[in-house]
Each structure stands twice: as structure tokens, then as C-alpha cells.
């Protein structure tokens, strides 16, 4: 079945850098798009990055020149690099994919982001 598992979240200074993964498993990895979406509390998710099977890449306004996502088809691993982080980019990051036939999206656990002095 589709697993994906995220880490590298923490918490990290205003103008600090994080590096997210999600590993994944259970599906073609080098033919889906992966996303990253994230959820601060009392809001709505939102899509932060995805990255095509042919890595092209698209940004939410708020992250564009900050953050940079990227997949490794050999290690079945997409990761957001955080850098510049603000406070307002606090929230719990999760990984998405979705299977195109079905339109079924799958997730993620999650892993929290928390930017603060």
C-alpha cells in the first residue's frame, strides 16, 4: 500500500533553514507528482510546493524564493528546503500524492514545523 513518511521537522530561529523528506513506498514514485502541503492551526491546509515526474516545479506565493522542492527517484524521496523561515511558516508539513486513475490522494503523517525565538 502507498506510505508516506516525513521528517526533518523541528524548531528552528526566524531566518533558519530546515530540510523536510518523505520517503515513499508503495507506488511507481518516479511517474507521480508529489506535493507539500501544510496546516497551521485553526486554518486551512494548504499547498506549499509540487513537483511533476519530470520535475517541474510550482510555489504558493508566500514560500517562492525561500523554499525549494526536489525528488530523488533512486532514493523514492521528495524534500522541501526551507530557508529564511518566518514565523508565519509554522505548521504541521505533510507530503501528498495522488493516484491519477483513482483520484484518490494519499498523505503523509505529518511532521511539525515551528519557527519562533
Known amino acids: 500500500q502507498v506510505q508516506l513518511v516525513e521528517s526533518g521537522g523541528g524548531l528552528v530561529q526566524p531566518g533558519g533553514s530546515l530540510r523536510l523528506s518523505c520517503a515513499a513506498s508503495?507506488?511507481?514514485?518516479?511517474?507521480?507528482?508529489l506535493g507539500w502541503y501544510r496546516q497551521a492551526p485553526g486554518k486551512q491546509r494548504e499547498l506549499v510546493a509540487v513537483?511533476?515526474?519530470?520535475?517541474?516545479?510550482n510555489y504558493a506565493d508566500a514560500v517562492k524564493g525561500r523554499f525549494t522542492i526536489s525528488r530523488d527517484n533512486a532514493k523514492n524521496t521528495v524534500y522541501l528546503q526551507m530557508n529564511s523561515l518566518k514565523p508565519e511558516d509554522t505548521a504541521v508539513y505533510y507530503c501528498?500524492?495522488?493516484?491519477?486513475?483513482?483520484?484518490?490522494?494519499?498523505w503523509g503523517q505529518g511532521t511539525q514545523v515551528t519557527v519562533s525565538s
Open positions: 508503495g507506488f511507481t514514485f518516479s511517474s507521480r507528482s
Open positions: 501528498q500524492t495522488r493516484n491519477v486513475w483513482s483520484s484518490r490522494d494519499y
Open positions: 513537483i511533476s515526474s519530470n520535475s517541474n516545479t
